[in-house]
């Protein structure tokens, strides 16, 4: 059984910065950060390949988020720097269900129950 759980989230100021952690009950090979805000479709915004660390980003918050991983303690992180007000949405961890991409959201099978991330400007 595989359970996320996200933290982090809150309310902050345009130009500032969250860290969001998922800690993962069954972790897998590759895990990812998404969001959602109301209207907009669930959108990539950082994956990792657990084993190497290799990490994929969108250009909309690449040099900005930093996707990382602590194997022992099955947890994985997303530093958010320079936060943008178009940054706001609920953020999900996911994990991949079985082998293919890690891109995607539908290269995911498992997902957390989100949290809030607010940005004023």
């Known amino acids: 059984q595989v359970q996320l759980v996200e933290s982090g989230g809150g309310s902050v100021q345009a130009g500032g910065s969250l860290r969001l952690s998922c800690v993962a009950s069954?972790?897998?090979?590759?895990m990812g950060w998404f969001r959602q805000a109301p209207g907009k479709e669930r959108e990539g915004v950082a994956t990792i390949y657990i084993n190497s660390g290799n990490t994929i980003y969108p250009d909309s918050v690449k040099g900005r988020f930093t996707v990382s991983r602590d194997n022992a303690k099955n947890t994985v992180y997303l530093q958010m720097n320079s936060l943008k007000a178009e940054d706001t949405a609920m953020y999900y961890c996911?994990?991949?269900?079985?082998?293919?991409?890690?891109?995607?959201?539908?290269?995911?099978?498992?997902w957390g129950q989100g949290t809030q991330v607010t940005v004023s400007s």
């Open positions: 069954g972790y897998r090979y590759c």
């Open positions: 996911a994990a991949r269900g079985s082998g293919g991409g890690c891109h995607d959201p539908a290269d995911f099978r498992y």
